[in-house]
């Protein structure tokens, strides 16, 4: 028969399993009051260990053959309403990606494949994690950390930081403009070590905190797509969308941003989209002396520093730039050698750059620093050790920044 029996088959990565979601069709929308002539499911399952993030889409799955792939189960599953089921693949493996397909017993064609990737949550955490954590540090250092929100994403999810310590001397941490780089995995664990270590030095200098803000999109890296994903929920580049030059088109990555079918596409007029709102009211409630966003790729992202392209030739500025730039990377170096990283890379739309042209705010990208040992970040193969010591490189880094601000108020440093 050339007709699926099957249909809406969603494969979630969740609980450190895989989740397989579908039904059975029926003719006009009929509701079968007991699902009289059970299926046999057959669920079949292909590793694709071949996948490469960052370089494979969804079209890498296309045309797989079901052929080559492994019967995983063949039995009978207990319908919802009749016609709706489940099934838990437990034989899976943490990194691991996979196609599957279901079918009937009726000589129906299967359908799939459906791709998932089964990530480590300790290195892509759930928003609910990052909330936890944001909740927890609030209750444990109620007189140092307050939390704010500042908007919702596209499907209502609401876009929440902190204010750690004292706001009137600040510094600004962005995470998560792109749903498959880096955020609170590095800026949290850094937060809570400075609470714990420098209690006093936040008494005089402060840190406002936005970890997450494209979090429709980090979330489904989390339930398992397993394509590098860098829009919002609308298909828009959040980077590309603020209201500084926007109208300038760029041809980043080889991408026109006026065109609506490429994940650098800067929306259909500035600010449009509510997580560049919620980052644009972030940023003028808390006026920091420097705003540091964090990107590359898997949760990694090391000491390379982008800033207005823009800005280049201008000489007040950059000094300012390099101030901070410096202080950062002599933490971050953790006593090694090592050379600043400091570009004019970002484009017309981009954060840094409606930083730079909106209120002469030094701000930055951070990108991955091209040191050997986070090389594996790029296609998505960060491990537990990696991360543990780039939330230690971020953390001494950062550290270094507000040390640095507290002994160069405002005022003194626009005269250095
Ligand atoms: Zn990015």
Same mark, same amino acid.
């Given at each position: 028969?050339?007709?699926?029996?099957?249909?809406?088959?969603?494969?979630?990565?969740?609980?450190?399993?895989?989740?397989?979601?579908?039904?059975?069709?029926?003719?006009?929308?009929?509701?079968?009051?007991?699902?009289?002539?059970?299926?046999?499911?057959?669920?079949?399952?292909?590793?694709?260990?071949?996948?490469?993030?960052?370089?494979?889409?969804?079209?890498?799955? %296309?045309?797989?053959?079901?052929?080559?792939?492994?019967?995983?189960?063949?039995?009978?599953?207990? @319908?919802?309403?009749?016609?709706?089921?489940?099934?838990?693949?437990?034989?899976?493996?943490?990194?691991?990606?996979?196609?599957?397909?279901?079918?009937?017993?009726?000589?129906? %064609?299967?359908?799939?494949?459906?791709?998932?990737?089964?990530?480590?949550?300790? %290195?892509?955490?759930?928003?609910?994690?990052?909330?936890?954590?944001?909740?927890?540090?609030?209750?444990?250092?109620?007189?140092?950390?307050?939390?704010?929100?500042?908007?919702?994403?596209?499907?209502?999810?609401? %876009?929440?930081?902190?204010?750690?310590?004292?706001?009137?001397?600040?510094?600004?941490?962005?995470?998560?403009?792109?749903?498959?780089?880096?955020?609170?995995?590095?800026?949290?664990?850094?937060?809570?070590?400075?609470?714990?270590?420098?209690?006093?030095?936040?008494?005089?200098?402060?840190?406002?905190?936005?970890?997450?803000?494209?979090?429709?999109?980090?979330?489904?890296?989390v339930l398992g797509e397993p394509s590098y994903?860098?829009?919002?929920?609308?298909?828009?580049?959040?980077?590309?969308?603020?209201?500084?030059?926007?109208?300038?088109?760029?041809?980043?990555?080889?991408?026109?941003?006026?065109?609506?079918?490429?994940?650098?596409?800067?929306?259909?007029?500035?600010?449009?989209?509510?997580?560049?709102?919620?980052?644009?009211?972030?940023?003028?409630?808390?006026?920091?002396?420097?705003?540091?966003?964090?990107?590359?790729?898997?949760?990694?992202?090391?000491?390379?520093?982008?800033?207005?392209k823009y800005a280049a030739g201008d000489s007040?500025?950059?000094?300012?730039?390099?101030?901070?730039?410096?202080?950062?990377?002599?933490?971050?170096?953790?006593?090694?050698?090592?050379k600043i990283q400091f570009h004019y890379g970002?484009?017309?739309?981009?954060?840094?750059?409606?930083?730079?042209?909106?209120?002469?705010?030094?701000?930055?990208?951070?990108?991955?620093?091209?040191?050997?040992?986070?090389?594996?970040?790029?296609?998505?193969?960060?491990?537990?050790?990696?991360?543990?010591?780039?939330?230690?490189?971020?953390?001494?880094?950062?550290?270094?920044?507000?040390?640095?601000?507290?002994?160069?108020? @405002?005022?003194?440093?626009?005269?250095?």
């Open positions: 028969m050339a007709r699926k029996l099957l249909f809406d088959l969603r494969v979630k990565a969740e609980e450190g399993a895989v989740r397989l979601y579908f039904g059975k069709t029926t003719p006009l929308f009929q509701s079968d009051p007991g699902d009289r002539d059970p299926l046999v499911i057959r669920i079949y399952r292909k590793e694709e260990p071949a996948f490469e993030f960052g370089r494979d889409y969804g079209e890498y799955f %296309i045309g797989l053959d079901v052929a080559d792939a492994e019967l995983i189960y063949e039995g009978r599953l207990e @319908a919802v309403d009749a016609r709706m089921y489940s099934y838990t693949d437990r034989t899976v493996k943490v990194g691991g990606t996979y196609a599957y397909w279901v079918s009937g017993d009726r000589g129906d %064609i299967p359908v799939g494949p459906v791709p998932v990737r089964l990530r480590d949550t300790e %290195i892509w955490w759930p928003q609910a994690k990052v909330e936890r954590y944001m909740e927890r540090l609030a209750a444990t250092y109620a007189d140092q950390v307050a939390t704010r929100s500042f908007g919702r994403t596209i499907r209502g999810r609401t %876009i929440s930081g902190l204010f750690v310590g004292n706001m009137q001397n600040c510094i600004a941490l962005v995470g998560l403009v792109h749903a498959g780089e880096a955020g609170p995995e590095l800026i949290l664990p850094a937060i809570e070590r400075l609470l714990r270590e420098h209690a006093d030095l936040l008494r005089h200098v402060g840190v406002a905190v936005l970890p997450s803000v494209n979090i429709d999109m980090r979330e489904l890296q994903l860098r829009t919002n929920y609308n298909g828009v580049d959040i980077n590309r969308n603020f209201p500084a030059n926007w109208e300038t088109i760029d041809h980043s990555y080889g991408q026109d941003t006026s065109n609506p079918h490429v994940s650098t596409y800067r929306g259909e007029a500035p600010s449009t989209e509510p997580e560049t709102q919620a980052l644009m009211a972030f940023i003028r409630q808390t006026a920091p002396r420097g705003v540091f966003s964090f990107h590359s790729l898997a949760s990694i992202c090391g000491d390379t520093f982008l800033t207005s007040e500025f950059t000094g300012k730039c390099l101030q901070l730039i410096k202080a950062y990377s002599h933490g971050f170096a953790l006593g090694e050698a090592y970002c484009r017309a739309g981009s954060l840094p750059h409606w930083l730079y042209a909106e209120s002469g705010i030094p701000g930055f990208d951070l990108e991955w620093d091209r040191r050997e040992q986070s090389k594996a970040s790029l296609v998505d193969e960060t491990t537990r050790q990696m991360l543990e010591e780039y939330q230690t490189r971020h953390y001494h880094g950062i550290a270094s920044v507000l040390q640095w601000l507290h002994e160069h108020p @405002a005022e003194q440093a626009a005269q250095l």
